[in-house]
């Protein structure tokens, strides 16, 4: 379960405002990638807070409404289809990451980001981070980031839903199941479709 070890760590070497940033929506054939920055107030627990992927549908709602309410701050920023397709995943979950931490009020002078990356060919973090593997398994901070995440790209895939409905987004979140993929051989792509992704057709 995720912990503030990590924030704490950065508290003792002299940072005031450390925030957790995760993405959510690298592996799909459709849609946005979203990413989320959030600064917590120090110690804060919140029940169930954990790894989005590790929480309950219901639980990740709940929490999303608690972490904007409790929150000293938070952003989400999304990258779209198209600009996936120009400069390529890594870079735009990179710049999605990077629009978050810049849109954060107060802002951040440390970051904590989940995975293992924090640049690509293009776009780069830029302020003073560490990345941590399974950072959404370790810190709250990641963990709530994570969460803010995932519910605005599930939600903005139900839209998606709503505005292409023979895809059934609704069902998959435009991730690479079999279904998607008997419904892109039958429909083709539509305009949400990253086309760098559809090799497989």
């Given amino acids: 379960m995720p912990s503030w070890e990590l924030e704490h760590l950065a508290m003792a070497q002299g940072r005031s405002a450390v925030c957790g940033c995760?993405?959510?929506?690298?592996?799909?054939?459709?849609g946005r990638v979203y990413a989320a920055a959030v600064i917590l107030p120090e110690g804060l627990e919140l029940p169930y807070l954990n790894d989005s992927k590790q929480v309950t549908e219901k639980r990740r709602e709940m929490l999303f409404d608690q972490i904007k309410e409790y929150a000293v701050a938070w952003a989400v920023?999304?990258?779209?289809?198209?600009?996936?397709?120009?400069?390529?995943?890594?870079?735009?979950?990179i710049k999605a990451m990077q629009l978050a931490i810049d849109?954060?009020?107060?802002?951040?002078?440390?970051?904590?980001?989940?995975?293992?990356?924090?640049?690509?060919?293009?776009?780069?973090?830029t302020i003073d981070h560490e990345t941590i593997i399974k950072g959404d398994s370790l810190s709250v901070s990641i963990a709530a980031a994570s969460i803010l995440a995932k519910v605005s790209r599930d939600r903005y895939m139900e839209e998606m839903a709503a505005r292409y409905p023979q895809y059934e987004f609704e069902r998959h979140k435009g991730y690479p199941t079999k279904r998607h993929y008997e419904l892109l051989r039958e429909f083709g792509p539509c305009p949400i479709h990253?086309?760098?992704?559809l090799k497989k057709l």
């Fill in 77 to 93: 920023a999304c990258v779209e289809p198209k600009e996936i397709d120009e400069i390529d995943i890594l870079n735009s979950r």
């Fill in 194 to 197: 990253r086309r760098t992704f």
């Fill in 22 to 30: 995760d993405e959510a929506g690298v592996g799909p054939l459709a």
């Fill in 103 to 125: 849109g954060l009020t107060p802002k951040a002078d440390y970051v904590l980001i989940d995975g293992n990356r924090d640049h690509g060919s293009k776009c780069a973090i």
